[in-house]
């Protein structure tokens, strides 16, 4: 994939590889990797510095059993694990996410539409539909967005985001992202706290659609 | 949380690490390879030849120098994060039985074992305690004439000793925080605030790494 321009920021990188990166989070950064060949690489860069980590730790002696059964359990086959792979515009792991079956939506209003993937106490993470030429109401954070995009284009106070291009909004960004004209666009975006709308409305629906 | 280090010494290190960043040519990597067969018979590291005959004959032998190996490593970093010494046990059983059944998955052009062994531990470390699949990225598909490229995992070889060389040498409160970054101990917002983290250290590797990734993507099929 070229032409991506907005890449994964070390500090998440280094915390998706140390896992202690939530779910939802990790959801998108396993997505843009599987579209971006620069953050694949930085990923295996800094696993190579985990690896050197490991090697350089201290030992700890581990039970004299524990070799003999682990040879015990070689040759019991393994039980197959369903593998994911890319369909269209989704990289393996949104499809992972969505069980292998195409999005459900659920509208928003004014061609707006969602799919919640995951919800849980560290965050949520999301399939975003919206139409070409049209805004995302006004928001804040609270915490930490990403959102990723999978088709089309979004624009806001910070510049232009197209196919694989990952924005990271922390708790200072307010802004007003507009969907590109042409064909939707559909985002994937991850929070780990609500977002805040500005006007009435929106604020009264959060609770419904978990926004 | 924040520590401070001085900043001209950090870019002095930072200096000392570009300058053995320097990319390994590839004519570098077969002369080493040659270096390394007169000494040991083989090409590359002993970690590398156990983990390619297990990938390449099943070689339970070889699977246990990785056990003897990386089994009390991986025990070691598993308890840091606070587990009894039981349930660590119970995950460097599953690390270890997990490298057994992917070791085809294993691509020394581009993991080292340790980097891969590492990535597996974080993956089933996270599915064990959380119970929840740790979403990871599309497998690249390997090229149709997908053989291993000795200077190339020399090369990768080489990189990782010279890193592993200047993490010997950074000051203790920066390899703890380096540590505690990488084992997972620190958050993304505790990472962003801690400006002792060496990043330059690994900005400079990544270089190879971009390279090598190119160099497989000319013959792979990806859509």
Known sequence: MTGITHHIPDELLIAYASGSLPKAFSTVVATHVSMCDECRARLGAHETLGGALLDDTPVQEVSSDMKARLFDALDTPAATERVYERSGIFPAPVMEALGGLPPKWKPLGLGVRQMILNHDRSGSVRLLYIPGGMAVPDHGHNGLELTLVLQGAFSDETGRFGVGDLEVADGDLEHEPVAEDGPACICLAATDAALRFRSFVPRMLQPIFRI | MKVMFDVSEDVLL?????????????????????????????????????????????????????????????????????????????????????????????????????????????????????????????????????????????????????????????????????????LGELTHAEIRAETGLPLGTIKSRIRLGLEKLRHELKGTDRT
């Not at chain 2, 690249?140 to 053989?147: D, F, H, S, V």
């Not at chain 2, 995992?153 to 970054?181: C, D, F, G």
Request: contains cysteine; charged residues 30%; hydrophobic residues 40%.
């Open chain 2, 14 to 182: 930072e200096d000392r690490l570009e300058a053995e960043a320097a990319p390994a040519r590839v004519g570098d990597g077969a002369k080493r390879a040659r270096e390394n067969i007169l000494v040991t018979g083989e090409p590359y590291a002993e970690t590398t030849v156990w983990m390619l005959a297990v990938r390449d004959q099943r070689d339970k032998v070889a699977f246990g120098h990785l056990f003897d190996h990386f089994a009390p490593r991986l025990k070691g970093v598993i308890c840091r994060s606070g587990l009894p010494p039981a349930q660590a046990e119970d995950i460097v059983q599953d690390v270890m039985l997990t490298v057994w059944r992917k070791a085809h998955m294993f691509d020394p052009g581009r993991a080292q074992v340790s980097a891969w062994i590492y990535q597996i531990a974080r993956n089933r470390q996270i599915d064990v305690l959380r119970k929840e699949r740790r979403p990871v990225p599309e497998e690249l598909k390997p090229a149709e004439t997908a053989e291993d490229d000795a200077s190339q995992i020399v090369a990768l070889e080489e990189e990782t000793t010279a890193l592993r060389a200047a993490l010997n040498r950074l000051k203790p409160a920066q390899r703890e925080m380096v540590e505690r970054a990488y």
